[in-house]
């Protein structure tokens, strides 16, 4: 073999690192140099998918650096270390120039399209429209936990009713002012739309006597011009124990542990003497203002306290009528309007709007 | 009621200063709204309850703060005035109906002079907010606000023959009462009529023709007791309410008749001058007579909880006016109740009291109202607060929770809860079809339940749907802006019996409205408008929360709903139970609607009764689901309930599932077609099925499907 032949090798080898280095140019901003300012992801990108064909080019079976592999063969035995040491060389200078410009793209491309994909978090949410329940079911609902939790069960009954229901079994008898006809709806047969949910004591107690715990939720209806305080119908919640034993200790026991449970534990209660027919002794029941805490401001009227509703303990003409023996049996009885607590609780200034189903009004209720 | 603190003081020396007199009487059941001072004195501003007439005057609220404090009441003392001759001489007292006037007593006082009172006097009605008027009129005015008996003063001159006549009105009779107006009145009416005419409206106004003027010199002074109904009655019809009025018809202290007239015609006498009557001319053809009622002690505890002594009861009812039964001669109060007092009297067993009641109390019958006396006198305040003991589960009615997973459901739907008034106008009527539940009843003339005194004008229907109400809530919203609402309303409709005399049918009903956007307008997503099938998701939501199997839907022709964009709505059982669809186009316009609206109602009775889905396990498959989705170019009017049920009566046994992937319709179909695709799905349950297998089973059905619906397959 030609000694000039070993030189020709050589310098097929320095051929073969010229054409990579004259080509590589163009990449070799991204050989360790931090400096792309100006670079783009789109220019990145591409500059990508050019190493890819460039490490193909320089690096796949058909390159310079291939042929240059292919003469280590062919090179004399005593140059041979040599050359193969050169062309090991010029394959890791070629790799490691490739490599290094692909992970700075890399890099950038990584860093470039996070950015892009950024978002804005403070745009709002995808989340359906959720429609709101009425303010006067949200507070039924409360009051009916609280009193379940209290061994109540929930009763509901007729809205029209009979006058023996809605008065004589009430202990209303006929002529008593409560039942004078201004007052009450009736029907052009006669009948009378309920003007308090106490009728479903009655339909309770026929159904299931004593002794019995039992709340009634629901509409009534009385014949109020509406205005800011009245409506012509509004919603009631009745509730009725009877067992044998109960006193007044046990009525002001469960309103006040009811108004502890819907407006805190520091909420103070006063019972005073008040009258109505279907009960004796009869009481009003005032809670201290949840506003004001009963120092005086204007949901309370200055006075401190706030009327929840009537009470008392069920007349014995009452429990008679459903045939429960008022010598064995005894119960208390109570009534009070959701209405007047809601708008209360939320400072509604004028009631119209709970029947008004405005949107915007409703909207605010959760 | 307005109290003045110094007057009652005359009456009864209280101790406490005027606010906590207010909080004590408020605590006795006297619930004060207010205390206002006024010059050197307060006046209490009293709400009284309807069973407490009794203190509707200072003498009244004196009796409770008497008893409070262990106070005696003094009666007012007058001073002695000039008397002379009977009052017989003068007058004539004739009853007729002793029912309505069980009590009446005339006296007269001569030689009076008309002129306005002195200042003490007008001082203290306008004090109260009374105006003042003249001497004699001030002065009944005075008796009555302080010992609670009305009283009226007659010119006795003007009185034809100077008779007294309480009778009935006759058919016809006319009364121009003291403020100028002419009443025509009824025959179960009570007046004051003199020997030719009715002169004063008995228990409510005095009449025009017999009042005090400047130039009367005798007046006669009436005191009277009166039946409350009938004073009641004849208030509410002629719409008059009056100081008299206001307490005949409650019921006034019948044994305080002759006192409260000496009081007046002794102030008569000093104030206008004058000589009295010596007598009063007192017709009582039957005395009144108060109850007795016993008392075992044991009930206080047993109905209050408080351990009240017997000694203190006694001390307490005593207090208050009431007689214990073997104690009753003994009693001493000046202004004794001697007049109520039976004749038999029975005589206290050991266990038992009897007490007869104060002639001033009506609301004093039974046991419990004595036990009420003595509770409110030893103080609400000292009934201790415990819960009872509880041998009873609580429970929410099954419905109602099933309604509350409902709710849920739809307002998870984007719906808002609406409560309506429960009647409506009855210019809506016809307009909108009735739920099936309400069919038959719909077919009658009469199948409204309409009100006899409705209060909104028009409102006079109970509404037989919840519509009416939701579509005005539509309005309301429209006409303040917001144009994008979804409400829903729970509530009862009702319709009248089909027997007349029958309590009127009253079921739940569930409603929804819907309209405007689809989504809302800040989030991301673009617009759309709501549909059909929006509203129909929500009612299919509700009756999944509820546990029900699903609802069918089936083209139907309704009253207030468009057609074509109509459905009837069936439980799973083939049941109808209500309507869904676009608002027809004549009613749209009738409510002024310009954008589509949608409505459904729903029985919610039925939803709430009907059968619940059941949950069974079925075993997962070993064996995968081959699946094969066609697209069939079909008449518009093919529905995609057809195409399914054409597939599941082809009844391939392992095609297990067909369902709907989508529908296209657009410019490049031919007019009325449409293309539905479905994916059908098939299964073995022993094994996999091969291709070839399943493309047999899938051109069967398609195949049917091509002939069936004259479809043509596209791909």
């Not at chain 2, 829903?488 to 739940?508: D, K, M, V």
Request: hydrophobic fraction near 40%; charge should be negative; proline fraction near 4%.
């Amino acid at each position: 073999m030609p000694e000039g032949q070993t030189v020709d090798h050589k310098q097929t080898v320095e051929a073969a690192r010229k054409a990579f280095e004259q080509e590589f140019g163009r990449f070799a901003r991204f050989r360790g140099s931090n400096n792309l300012d100006g670079l783009t992801l789109v220019e990145a990108e591409a500059a990508q998918r050019e190493l890819v064909d460039a490490r193909t080019r320089h690096t796949g079976k058909k390159s310079a650096l291939a042929s240059v592999k292919k003469l280590i063969g062919r090179v004399a035995a005593e140059d041979r270390a040599d050359f193969g040491q050169q062309v090991q060389q010029l394959e890791t200078e070629i790799v490691a120039s490739l490599e290094e410009a692909e992970a700075t793209l890399k890099e950038f491309i990584s860093v470039a399209r996070t950015e892009r994909e950024r978002i804005d978090v403070t745009l709002p949410g995808t989340r359906p429209r959720r429609g709101h329940l009425h303010p006067i079911t949200l507070l039924r609902q409360r009051i009916e936990d609280i009193f379940v939790s209290l061994g109540y069960a929930i009763e509901d009954d007729r809205e029209i009713e009979t006058d023996y229901y809605n008065f004589d079994a009430l202990n209303i008898p006929e002529g008593h002012p409560a039942r004078a006809s201004q007052d009450t709806f009736y029907t052009t047969e006669g009948f009378a739309l309920r003007s308090q949910t106490s009728t479903v004591q009655i339909h309770a107690m026929e159904r299931r006597t004593a002794p019995l715990r039992m709340i009634a939720p629901g509409r009534v209806f009385r014949r109020d011009t509406p205005d800011a305080t009245h409506n012509p119908m509004f919603f009631q919640v009745e509730g009725l124990c009877v067992d044998r034993g109960i006193t007044m200790a046990h009525l002001k026991g469960t309103l006040s542990e009811f108004v502890h449970r819907l407006f805190g534990p520091e909420i103070k209660t006063r019972f005073r003497p008040s009258y109505f027919p279907f009960t004796e002794p009869s009481a009003e029941m005032d809670y201290s203002c949840f506003k004001c805490g009963g120092k005086g401001c204007r949901t309370c009227k200055g006075s401190g306290w706030i009327e929840l509703g009537g009470c008392g303990m069920v007349h014995p003409n009452v429990l008679r009528a459903v045939s429960i023996d008022p010598e064995i049996f005894s119960g208390f009885a109570f009534g009070f309007g959701l209405d007047r607590m809601a708008a209360l609780m939320y400072k509604l200034d004028d009631i119209r709007l709970l029947f008004e189903n405005d949107v915007r009004f409703l909207e605010q209720f959760n | 009621m307005n109290i003045s603190y110094n007057w009652l003081r005359e009456l009864a020396n209280t101790s406490l200063a005027p606010r906590e007199l207010a909080e004590r009487l408020t605590m006795l059941g006297l619930a004060v709204e207010g205390v206002h001072e006024a010059g050197d004195d307060y006046v209490l501003d009293i709400d009284l309850t309807s069973n407490r007439p009794d203190c509707l005057s200072h003498l009244g609220v004196a009796r409770e703060v008497a008893a409070l404090e262990n106070l005696r009441v003094r009666l007012p003392e007058s001073k002695p005035k000039p008397v002379a001759q009977l009052a017989e001489e003068f007058t004539s007292v004739k009853i007729l109906d002793a029912d309505l006037c069980p009590r009446y007593a005339a006296r007269v006082v001569r030689g009076v002079k008309i002129a306005p009172s002195p200042d003490w006097l007008v001082k203290r009605l306008e004090a109260i907010g009374q105006r003042a008027i003249n001497n004699v009129a001030d002065i009944t005015n005075y008796v009555l606000h302080e010992m609670g008996q009305p009283l009226h003063a007659f010119d006795l001159a003007k009185l034809t023959e100077q008779r007294i006549v309480v009778r009935r009105a006759l058919a016809g009779e006319k009364l121009t009462t003291l403020d100028g107006v002419e009443r025509e009145l009824d025959t179960q009416m009570l007046v004051i009529a003199d020997a030719a005419r009715a002169v004063a409206l008995a228990g409510v106004m005095g009449g025009e023709d017999s009042e005090i003027s400047e130039a009367t010199e005798d007046v006669l002074i009436e005191s009277a007791y009166f039946n409350p109904d009938s004073v009641r009655r004849t208030a509410r019809i002629l719409g008059m309410r009056t100081e008299a009025s206001n307490r005949f018809e409650r019921g006034t202290d019948y044994a305080n008749v002759l006192r409260a007239q000496e009081r007046c015609v002794a102030l008569v006498c000093e104030l206008a001058g004058g000589v009295a009557t010596e007598n009063a001319i007192d017709v009582y053809p039957r005395p009144l007579k108060q109850p007795i009622v016993s008392l075992r002690p044991e009930r206080v505890e047993a109905l209050t909880g408080l351990r009240v002594p017997t000694a203190e009861i006694e001390r307490i009812l005593t207090g208050l006016g009431f007689a214990e039964c073997d104690s009753v001669s003994t009693s001493e109060e000046a202004w004794s109740f001697r007049d109520g007092i039976p004749e038999e009297m029975p005589v206290n067993l050991h266990s038992q009291m009897s007490f007869v009641a104060p002639t001033w109390r009506v609301d004093i019958e039974i046991e419990e109202d004595l036990v009420e006396e003595v509770a409110r006198h030893t103080g609400y305040n000292k009934i201790a607060t415990e819960l009872p003991a509880s041998g009873i589960a609580g429970e929410y009615q099954p419905s109602e929770l099933k309604k509350r997973s409902m709710r849920q459901a739809v307002l998870a739907c984007g719906f808002d809860e609406a409560v309506n008034f429960s009647f409506i106008d009855a210019a809506h009527d016809g307009m909108f079809e009735l739920l099936p539940a309400y069919a038959e009843e719909s077919k009658r003339e009469d199948n409204f339940v309409s009100l006899s005194n409705s209060i909104i004008e028009g409102a006079t229907r109970m509404r037989p749907t919840l519509l009416v109400g939701l579509l005005e809530s539509v309005r309301h919203n429209f006409n303040h802006g917001t144009r994008d609402v979804r409400l829903f309303e729970t509530g009862r409709i009702f319709a009248s019996a089909p027997t007349g005399g029958e309590l009127p049918l009253e079921r739940e009903s569930l409603a929804l409205v819907a309209t405007g956007g689809a989504t809302e307008e800040n989030l991301a997503g673009a617009p759309r408008e709501i549909n059909f099938y929006d509203l129909k998701g929500a009612l299919e939501s509700a009756a999944a929360a509820m546990n029900l199997l699903p609802l069918k839907f089936d083209e139907a022709s309704v009253r207030h709903l468009r057609e074509g964009q109509t459905a009837a709505i069936s439980l799973s059982d083939g049941k109808q139970i209500g309507y869904i669809g676009r608002l027809a186009e004549a009613v749209a316009a009738d409510y002024k609607f310009k954008q589509a609206v949608y409505v459904a109602e729903v029985d919610l009775t039925d939803l709430l009764e009907a059968t619940q889905a059941t949950v069974l396990y079925t075993p997962l498959s070993r064996f995968p689901i081959v699946t094969r989705d066609v697209s069939l170019l079909v008449a518009r009017r093919v529905t995609l309930a057809n195409l399914l049920q054409a597939v599941r009566d082809e009844a391939v046994e392992h095609c297990r599932e067909a369902k709907l992937v989508g529908t296209y319709e657009g410019a490049n179909l031919p007019e009325g077609k449409r293309s539905v695709t479905l994916r059908l799905e098939y299964r073995a349950d022993d094994r996999t099925l091969r291709d070839e297998e399943v493309d047999q089973m899938h051109n069967q059905i398609v195949n049917t499907l091509e002939e069936k619906f004259d479809a043509q397959l596209r791909v």
